[in-house]
């Protein structure tokens, strides 16, 4: 099976986004490596957003002012690339982010376990990608904040910090994500 298709990793996706407390316990428990939490989960999931905006863009185009406006084919191509790359660089630093801050919070330095944090609890940022098939509502890409949550949940989880400090881990985080 393609690994898209793969039972593990469609059960991995939607348990972070049903059940996250309990996917956060069956993660804490994973040997991972940083390249196996990349690939192919993120390498997957990341491509949702660039493609989608991609295929809305040039084939359904968007509406402004009336007018119906479709991206140049090579344009769109260039900028979902840089998105997509961009997207994947970015969630390997807040990794290295959240490595970095854990003893900061009392929590225990861990780069698996802090590629895991980062990369999954992204998952729902990347799925609600799939609104860009349709530009108009892209809006509904606000849906993908939902990764804050799981990223509140998961970092005291895996990164073994006080619960006390979970909200504050999270948020600096968060604020150094958006540096990035």
């Known amino acids: 099976n393609p690994p898209a298709l793969d039972p593990s990793f469609v059960a991995r996706v939607k348990g972070i986004l049903l059940q996250p407390k309990a996917e956060w316990e069956r993660i804490d428990r994973e040997n991972d490596t940083v390249k196996g939490v990349f690939v192919p989960y993120a390498l997957i999931l990341a491509a949702i957003g660039p493609i989608c905006s991609f295929i809305g863009l040039v084939f359904i185009g968007t509406t402004v002012l009336g007018t119906t406006v479709k991206y140049p084919l090579v344009a769109a191509a260039v900028s979902s690339a840089?998105?997509?790359?961009?997207?994947?660089?970015?969630?390997?630093?807040?990794?290295?982010?959240?490595?970095?801050?854990?003893?900061?919070?009392?929590?225990?330095?861990?780069?698996?376990?802090?590629?895991?944090?980062?990369?999954?609890?992204?998952?729902?940022?990347?799925?609600?990608?799939?609104?860009?098939?349709?530009?108009?509502?892209?809006?509904?890409?606000?849906?993908?904040?939902?990764?804050?949550?799981?990223?509140?949940?998961?970092?005291?989880?895996?990164?073994?910090?006080?619960?006390?400090?979970?909200?504050?881990?999270?948020?600096?985080?968060?604020?150094?994500?958006?540096?990035?």
């Open 82 to 180: 840089v998105s997509y790359g961009l997207g994947l660089v970015g969630v390997y630093v807040v990794a290295l982010i959240i490595n970095a801050l854990a003893p900061s919070f009392g929590g225990e330095k861990n780069p698996i376990k802090a590629a895991q944090v980062a990369v999954y609890s992204w998952t729902a940022a990347w799925v609600v990608g799939v609104f860009g098939l349709v530009p108009m509502l892209g809006i509904l890409g606000i849906l993908g904040l939902y990764s804050f949550y799981l990223l509140y949940l998961g970092l005291p989880k895996l990164m073994k910090a006080p619960q006390e400090k979970a909200m504050v881990y999270t948020i600096v985080s968060v604020i150094c994500g958006i540096g990035v």
